[in-house]
Structure formats: structure tokens, C-alpha cells
């Protein structure tokens, strides 16, 4: 069973990613024109005692990654070592 999430931190208008977990329990950031990619710490916002994280269905999740919402920039440090496959985005 698919989860989708939608991470904001308290103070911002908007939402700064859109995380995804399947029936492989691998936390997935969708990233706009690369895919739902391995981010294990994705985790720690979903889980543990960050704060900003709420349960989205797909139809949301879809409608944020296609507003852009998780667009990274060179600033963004990517996760390191050993990862699972990056799957593609569902269309619908």
C-alpha cells in the first residue's frame, strides 16, 4: 500500500517536498524530472520528532510534484551511500 506525504516546515507558506513510501517501506523524495528517489532521511520527517509532515492521497501528491514542489537545486545535498533504484512518478 502506497503512503504520500507532504513535508513544510511550520513557519512556510508551502510545502518543500512530497514523500513517497511503497510496499518496499523504501522513503522516496519525488524529485520533478528525476523520480521518486531513494532519501533515507525523509524518514526522520515522516517518523520521528520533526514536525511538518501530513498525509496527502496521490490526486494531492500528483498536483504538488506537478506544481513543482521539490525541485532541487545544486544546494541541496543528496543522500550518500548505497540506495534503491529511483522508480518513476505514477501519472495519475
Do not use: H, N
Not at 516546515?9 to 528517489?37: I, W
Not at 492521497?57 to 550518500?80: C, T
Request: aromatic share 8%.
Amino acid at each position: 500500500m502506497e503512503k504520500w506525504w507532504k513535508i513544510q516546515e511550520p513557519s512556510d507558506p508551502a510545502p518543500f517536498a512530497v514523500v513517497y513510501q511503497g510496499d518496499d517501506f523504501v522513503t522516496r523524495r519525488a524529485v520533478p524530472g528525476e523520480g521518486l528517489v531513494d532519501w533515507p532521511e525523509m524518514s526522520t520527517w515522516i517518523y520521528g520528532p520533526e514536525i511538518g509532515a501530513k498525509r496527502i492521497d496521490r490526486a494531492e501528491a500528483l498536483s504538488l510534484i506537478k506544481a513543482g514542489v521539490g525541485r532541487l537545486d545544486s544546494s541541496v545535498p543528496r543522500p550518500r551511500g548505497p540506495r534503491a533504484e529511483t522508480i518513476p512518478i505514477p501519472r495519475k
